[in-house]
């Protein structure tokens, strides 16, 4: 069942990601349940279509407001894998193509618990901050 917020979310990851029945954890390969921000909400990271992509649930509450390279690597996302998803998020004309295919991986999510919290200077962020089609400023 998918939460309000990530209800609210869909649409804007779809623009992405296709539809979200097919949807696959960008971390681990599971279903995708939820619309994570890849930079955190809380850090600064934008409701946009470039920041959101898909994630199971464990996945995105553990990672939390977590430095996403830095969750990643603790948790062990593979390294072809977080510098593929650290491309995507600057590549605002992305689209997935049909049939994506992310193999599952198994992650220390102990590990990723011990990730630190989200520092990304502002000066990093103003790519996806200004791709908000809402241009709401959340």
Same mark, same amino acid.
């Given at each position: 069942?998918?939460?309000?917020?990530?209800?609210?979310?869909?649409?804007?990851?779809?623009?992405?990601?296709?539809?979200? $029945?097919?949807?696959?954890?960008?971390?681990?390969?599971?279903?995708?349940?939820?619309?994570?921000?890849?930079?955190?909400?809380?850090?600064?990271?934008?409701?946009?279509?470039?920041?959101?992509?898909?994630?199971?649930?464990?996945?995105?509450?553990?990672?939390?407001?977590?430095?996403?390279?830095?969750?990643?690597?603790?948790?062990?996302?593979?390294?072809?894998?977080?510098?593929?998803?650290?491309?995507?998020?600057?590549?605002?004309?992305?689209?997935?193509?049909?049939?994506?295919?992310?193999?599952?991986?198994?992650?220390?999510?102990?590990?990723?618990?011990?990730?630190?919290? $989200?520092?990304?200077?502002?000066?990093?962020?103003?790519?996806?901050?200004?791709?908000?089609?809402?241009?709401?400023?959340?």
């Amino acid at each position: 069942m998918l939460t309000r917020r990530t209800r609210d979310l869909v649409p804007l990851a779809e623009h992405r990601w296709r539809d979200h $029945a097919l949807w696959r954890c960008v971390y681990c390969g599971r279903a995708a349940t939820t619309v994570d921000h890849f930079y955190p909400y809380s850090q600064g990271g934008r409701s946009n279509p470039a920041n959101l992509v898909p994630a199971c649930d464990r996945c995105n509450s553990n990672k939390m407001e977590h430095d996403p390279i830095d969750w990643m690597t603790a948790v062990g996302v593979p390294a072809d894998r977080r510098d593929w998803l650290a491309s995507l998020v600057s590549n605002r004309d992305w689209r997935a193509p049909r049939g994506l295919r992310l193999p599952r991986t198994k992650l220390d999510y102990q590990a990723g618990k011990l990730a630190r919290p $989200a520092h990304t200077p502002a000066h990093e962020l103003t790519d996806q901050r200004t791709a908000s089609p809402d241009n709401s400023g959340e």
